[in-house]
C-alpha cells in the first residue's frame, strides 16, 4: 500500500507523539524526547540500528510531490537529498511557520512556479543570502500538479513497504559483508569458540551489557583493572590486563606486536601475515583460548574473589591450547616442548 501523506499526517497517534516528542528548540522529522522512556523512545531507537545496515529513513523513504499540499516544505523528506531543514539550517531558523506545505512556499501561476517565502526578518546575512540561491536553484524544475502527494519505499518496485522487502534487503547487505560471519574453529572445544563469538556479538554479561539490560550492579569499573567501563572490547582489548597477555601471546607466536581497536580485529588477526594454513588456524584457536581464558578469570574475579594475573591466565593458555590443538588437529608428534618455542608441524 502506498501511503498517502495526508493520512499519516492527521493520525491521532501521530498527533500524539508529535504533542509530548516535538521539541521547537530542536526540530526533527521524527521527534523523540530522550527524557521520556517508553514504546516512542523503543521504536525511534530502531533508527540506529537501521544506519548500522546503512539504511537511512530519509533516503529509503521520498516523497512524490503531485500538489504539495499535504507535504510538509521544510521537514519531510521530498527533495532529493534529504529534509530541506537539515540541508538549509540557516533558512530554516528565519522561516515563520515551520511545519508549512510545499504547496505554502511553491506557487503555480500563469508564467510558471514561483516562490511564496514567509522570513522572520527582511535582510539576510552572507550565508543565508548563499543557502537562499542554493534552494532556489535546486527548487526550480520543481512542478505542482493535481492529485495528492504519495509517499514511496525504495526497496520496493511498486514503492510499497513491504516487511518481506525490507529483509530480503538486510540480507543481502549482510552477505556482502562476510567479515561479520564469525569463523569457527574445530581445533578449539565450541564452549570456547561460543564465549568470543558472544563477545563479537556484545552478548556477554559484561557490567556495562547488564547495566544496560536495567540490572542493577555495584559498579560498571572493569573486574580486571578496576579503571574504565567494563565492556567486552575493553575487558578482551583496551584493558591493561589483556594488552600484557596480548604482547606475549605475539612473542610466543613470533608475530608483530598485537593492536587492534575491537574483538572483531583480534578474531582476524590470523589471515594477516604470512604462514601456512595450518599455522593460521593454530593463532586462531590460541585467540579464541585466549579470549576464553580472559573471560573466566573475570569470571573468578568477580564470583571467587580471585586475583587477576597474568602469568597464571598466559599458563593456562599454553597448556589447554596445548591440549585441545594436539588431540583435535591429529598432530600426535607436536611435543611440549616445540609448542613451547612454538616450532609446529616441523
Ligand atoms: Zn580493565
Given at each position: 500500500m502506498v501511503v498517502e501523506v495526508q493520512d499519516g499526517k492527521k493520525g491521532l497517534w501521530r498527533r500524539i507523539v508529535w504533542a509530548i516528542h516535538h521539541n521547537s528548540r530542536a526540530w526533527s522529522d521524527i521527534p523523540a524526547k530522550i527524557s521520556v522512556p517508553g514504546p516512542w523512545k523503543n521504536i525511534v531507537n530502531i533508527r540506529l540500528n537501521m544506519d548500522n545496515v546503512d539504511v537511512d529513513l530519509n533516503r529509503v523513504v521520498s516523497t512524490e510531490i503531485?500538489?504539495?499540499?499535504?507535504?510538509?516544505?521544510?521537514?519531510?523528506?521530498?527533495?532529493?537529498?534529504?529534509?530541506l531543514y537539515k540541508l538549509f539550517p540557516n533558512l530554516f531558523k528565519l522561516e515563520?511557520?515551520?511545519?508549512?506545505s510545499v504547496a505554502d512556499r511553491l506557487v503555480m501561476g500563469s508564467c510558471g512556479m514561483s516562490f511564496n517565502w514567509r522570513w522572520s526578518r527582511p535582510d539576510f546575512n552572507f550565508s543565508e543570502q548563499t543557502e537562499l540561491q542554493q534552494l532556489e536553484n535546486d527548487l526550480e524544475a520543481t512542478n505542482l500538479t493535481s492529485g495528492c502527494d504519495k509517499r514511496s519505499w525504495k526497496y520496493d518496485n511498486a514503492g510499497e513497504f513491504r516487511v518481506s522487502s525490507f529483509k530480503k534487503f538486510i540480507s543481502m547487505h549482510n552477505r556482502i559483508r562476510p567479515s561479520r560471519v564469525f569463523e569457527w574453529n574445530n581445533w578449539v572445544p565450541k564452549k570456547v569458540a561460543i564465549v568470543a563469538w558472544r563477545a563479537v556479538m556484545e552478548r556477554l554479561p559484561t557490567k556495562c551489557a547488564l547495566s544496560n539490560r536495567n540490572i542493577v550492579i555495584q559498579?560498571?569499573?572493569?573486574?580486571?583493572?578496576?579503571?574504565y567501563e567494563e565492556t567486552s572490547d575493553h575487558i578482551f582489548v583496551a584493558c591493561h590486563f589483556a594488552q600484557v597477555i596480548w604482547q606475549y601471546i605475539a612473542d610466543w607466536c613470533k608475530i608483530p606486536p598485537i593492536i587492534v581497536f575491537d574483538i572483531k580485529d583480534l578474531l582476524e588477526?590470523?589471515?594477516?601475515?604470512?604462514?601456512?594454513r595450518k599455522k593460521k588456524k593454530v593463532i586462531h584457536a590460541i585467540v579464541l583460548v585466549v579470549i576464553w581464558c580472559i573471560w573466566k578469570i573475570r569470571n573468578d574475579s568477580v564470583f571467587g574473589q580471585a586475583i587477576p594475573n597474568t602469568t597464571k591466565v598466559l599458563d593456562e593458555v599454553r597448556s589447554m591450547a596445548y591440549l585441545w590443538i594436539k588431540n583435535r588437529s591429529r598432530?600426535?608428534?607436536?611435543t611440549w616442548e616445540n609448542w613451547c618455542r612454538f616450532n609446529l608441524f616441523g
Open positions: 503531485t500538489n504539495g499540499l499535504t507535504t510538509e516544505f521544510w521537514l519531510d523528506n521530498w527533495a532529493s537529498s534529504g529534509p515563520i511557520e515551520k511545519e508549512c559498579d560498571r569499573f572493569c573486574s580486571l583493572c578496576g579503571n588477526l590470523h589471515g594477516l601475515g604470512p604462514g601456512s598432530e600426535a608428534e607436536l
